[in-house]
């Protein structure tokens, strides 16, 4: 079985070193793939000092697009399983082996690894969570899946859907709207507990500026996205699980 870990950063000098070992250390003969988002810090070097492999945007893409790249890299040499670790640590790489022998057992396509089933670890703010609960409902009312951690970027995805996922996904606040495209094209997606830390360096991209931003363009497509992804897959991709 062929693992692939793709690790999305952005100016993450300070964390990322620590974030390779780590899954080094918790995911033996699991191969990592850094994708380097066009940061402007020391990041490349620190990550040319840990001798990984790593993709260098010249610009910032963004998180979906620094995703994508690591599923078309993924796609194209043939890996089994993609898993999406952030790069800011609060990812617990423990869990990767545990939800691949958890998705194979239960035949799931998409594995989300969740911190709001044992309700353990660090648990965001209250507005975050909201707003979580509101697109999780949303999702709930487009394809009738019950996903409580929508926007949890700890993700392990099997071949057929990565090679979806290399081919259309969305270029910002993919998490939410990857789940109905995968449930509305005949995948299974389902939840891992997880426990999650709390960023110790940086902050998130999404402030309270942008929260409100945020709920509402994700809403809308996710509104959308049935006319979007109800079209029929390729026979060899509809038919591979």
């Known amino acids: 079985m062929k693992i692939l870990v793709i690790v999305p950063a952005y100016n993450e000098s300070a964390i990322i070193a620590s974030t390779i070992e780590d899954i080094r250390a918790k995911a033996p003969g699991a191969d990592i793939l850094v994708i380097n988002d066009g940061s402007r810090d020391g990041t490349a070097q620190k990550l040319r000092e840990c001798k990984t492999d790593y993709l260098e945007h010249c610009i910032n893409l963004g998180i979906g697009g620094a995703v994508q790249s690591g599923y078309q890299y993924a796609c194209r040499h043939n890996y089994d399983y993609t898993v999406q670790i952030d790069g800011d640590g609060q990812h617990d790489p423990a869990y990767i082996l545990p939800m691949i022998r958890w998705m194979e057992k239960e035949k799931i396509d998409v594995g989300i690894g ?4 044992e309700m353990e670890g660090f648990q965001s703010g209250r ?8 697109l ?4 709930r009312l487009v394809c009738g899946a019950d996903i409580k951690d929508v926007t949890s970027g700890y993700r392990v995805v099997n071949r057929r859907f990565s090679r979806l996922f290399a081919r259309e996904y ?14 509305l094209r ?4 389902a939840e ?22 945020y709920i509402i363009k994700v809403s809308i497509s996710i509104l959308l996205c049935r006319q979007i992804y109800t079209s029929a ?9």
């Open 114 to 117: 969740s911190r709001f089933l």
């Open 127 to 134: 507005m975050r969570r909201t707003g979580i609960r509101f």
């Open 136 to 139: 999780s409902g949303l999702i």
């Open 170 to 183: 969305s270029d910002d606040y993919p998490e939410p709207d990857s789940i109905p495209a995968v449930i």
């Open 186 to 189: 005949g995948g299974r997606v």
């Open 192 to 213: 891992y507990p997880v426990v999650m830390r709390e960023r110790t360096t940086g902050h998130s991209s999404i402030g309270s500026v942008r929260s409100l931003y």
């Open 233 to 241: 897959l390729p026979a060899e991709e509809g038919t591979e699980r």
